[in-house]
């Protein structure tokens, strides 16, 4: 398990690290340019950073998401569709061991993007009032602290959701084709199918519990719950279909 | 060395190596090389040359020294022109029986023969 | 004596098409056996069934008594007949890599074939010709300390100085021990090199016997008796 984290680790890190650097360099433009618009209250400036304002608040948490859902470890587009997943197939590690440590780095990308997106949001809220005041917006900021912390759980368990349902449609799908070219038509109605699947569990159980009777937070952490218990449904699934039904 | 793959390769080898103790490029008593030595250097599954080894052991050609390799039995003059007789021998009843299949007579053979090392 | 592979009617199907039927073959150590047939006569099945890469459907598969996982794959030394490393790889990541994974990997034979392939430890894989990759994916292969090699077409595609180089190291790797399996359409060039061979035709061994008892017995080489064998296909 060590060795699969070590490589994957070693075989990954120059990409968080200049992903990292890029988005970090989005979020340093969007402070400079809302400061500028602080000091010089033209009209275009206000324009030019309300869209530098509007990329990396309305972006960075969805790019954050899909480049480490997409690219980073944890998801099995390499060992599956490409050649290299020969040369991953061929040592002698256990599937259990194999994607879980492919996930658990490519959770570890994905929260080094969120955290820097996270300090970027915590610095926005922090000046929040005096931008309020430049962007002449009409916002209230409370103490939002405890709900953070709530969605930030929730946003990096939903991660870990969506990335078990794209692996088990990966792992599904090479399980009964031959072709290493695949059909992304094929592939999204797997996961598609998937998706309306989990999305009908939940539904299924949160039809069962009676919210009336619980709070508002205690029933995200049901809900993360049920989450939590679907991806490690769909990791065995993954794993087992992996040992027994993939063939390269 | 070069093979003719349509033969076994350890006869082949081992006609190679009387071939050279008859020409003395091969002395009596030398060492021949190691398995892995000859096989790397001529290209050959190590297996085969172990082979060919044994079998010329079991001619009495050489002999294995545990330890140290195999070596050419030491060997009067006379055990080495009656290899080099043997192996000529082989290659005459080869040009025999291809003048027969020309359809050359035996007497013709002879003649033949004595014509060509005349003009040498 | 355990032998190194043991393969008991082994049957292998994709939906319809049987890639293999009801294989029989066994494999004592310290033997280099040619694995030889048309394109799509199941070799390549076959050894990537060996190798872990894919699963069987019936007939079972030991090597060194054991049946294919995670434990063989510990024992078994697979070289693919393309590229299997990633692009930005180097060749020293490359050995890392293999060291990580493998306990047998020697790395310091790992950069005597470097040495002797004149590899550049520093080079990126995508920047390496294909008979670069194919000698460096072999010195991977041949540093570890396998009990059974499998070589699906180490040949194609290379250079007469290259071919020579991969000869030698097959030869030099070879111990008593372990055993090789290679699949190849160049007959010609390596039968010298095989102890046994095989033909294997539309998923069926056809002939399997020693290299040199075939020869005594059919007057003729392994190239030709592969010719005759399959030419009326």
Not at chain 3, 16 to 26: F, P, R, T
Request: charged share 20%.
């Amino acid at each position: 398990m060590l060795s699969v984290l070590k490589q994957e680790f070693k075989i990954h890190k120059k990409n968080i690290f200049i992903t990292s650097i890029i988005f970090a360099a989005i979020y340093l433009c969007t402070i400079i340019s809302m400061h500028l618009s602080g000091l010089f209250e033209s009209e275009k400036n206000q324009d030019i950073s309300a869209l530098w304002f509007g990329l990396s608040v309305g972006l960075g948490y969805i790019g954050a998401f899909f480049i480490a859902l997409f690219k980073g470890s944890g998801s099995m587009n390499d060992i599956l569709f490409k050649d290299t997943g020969y040369l991953i197939k061929t040592i002698p590690v256990s599937s259990w061991k194999l994607i879980l440590g492919k996930m658990i780095i490519g959770l570890f990308e994905f929260i080094v993007y969120f955290a820097l997106y996270l300090l970027f949001m915590t610095f926005i809220f922090h000046c929040g009032e005096e931008i309020a005041l430049a962007l002449s917006m009409d916002i209230q900021f409370n103490d939002f602290s405890k709900e953070i912390v709530v969605l930030c759980v929730g946003i990096i368990v939903l991660f870990i959701l969506i990335q078990s349902i794209l692996n088990f449609s990966f792992t599904v799908y090479t399980s009964f084709t031959k072709k290493v070219k695949y059909s992304k038509i094929i592939l999204a109605i797997i996961i598609y199918f998937l998706f309306s699947f989990v999305v009908e569990l939940t539904g299924a159980f949160l039809n069962i519990i009676d919210f009336n009777l619980i709070d508002d937070i205690l029933s995200v952490w049901i809900l993360m719950g049920i989450f939590i218990v679907i991806s490690v449904i769909l990791y065995i699934g993954t794993c087992l279909l992996y040992d027994k039904k993939v063939n390269l | 060395m070069d093979f003719d793959k349509n033969v076994p390769i350890y006869m082949q080898i081992m006609f190679e190596i009387k071939r050279r103790i008859s020409t003395g490029q091969l002395n009596p008593g030398g060492k021949l090389p190691s398995v892995r030595d000859l096989a790397e250097e001529i290209k050959v599954n190590p297996n085969t040359i172990v082979r060919a080894y044994q079998e010329l052991e079991r001619e009495g050609v050489t002999e294995t020294r545990r330890g140290m390799g195999t070596f050419i039995v030491d060997s009067d003059k006379n055990s080495i022109l009656q290899m080099k007789n043997s192996i000529g021998k082989t290659f005459v009843q080869e040009f025999i029986k291809k003048m027969h299949e020309v359809g050359v007579t035996d007497a013709e053979i002879i003649n033949l023969v004595k014509e060509s090392i005349g003009e040498k | 004596m355990e032998k190194i592979l043991e393969i008991t009617n082994l049957t292998k199907k994709y939906f319809s098409k049987k890639a293999l039927k009801n294989v029989n073959l066994s494999l004592d150590k310290g033997r280099i056996l040619g694995l030889m047939g048309p394109n799509g006569s199941g070799k390549t099945s076959l050894l990537k069934i060996i190798a872990g890469l894919q699963h069987s459907n019936s007939g079972e598969v030991l090597v060194c008594g054991k049946k294919i996982g995670t434990e063989t794959k510990k024992l078994v030394s697979f070289l693919p007949d393309k590229n299997v490393l990633y692009p930005y790889m180097k060749a020293i990541d490359a050995i890392n890599f293999f060291q990580n994974y493998y306990d047998d990997f020697d790395v310091n034979k790992a950069f005597e074939l470097l040495d002797f392939m004149k590899l550049d430890k520093d080079e990126k894989v995508s920047s390496m010709s294909k008979g670069m990759i194919e000698k460096l994916n072999l010195s991977l292969t041949f540093s570890r300390n396998a009990k059974l090699f499998v070589l699906d077409e180490p040949l194609g595609g290379v250079d007469p100085v290259a071919r020579e180089k991969i000869i030698s190291t097959i030869i030099k790797t070879y111990n008593e021990d372990s055993s090789i399996i290679i699949s190849t359409h160049l007959v010609n060039d390596v039968e010298s090199i095989f102890d046994d061979v095989c033909f294997i035709d539309k998923g069926e061994i056809v002939l399997c016997g020693s290299a040199e008892q075939l020869r005594s017995e059919k007057n003729c080489s392994i190239d030709k008796l592969y010719i005759e064998t399959f030419q009326n296909n």
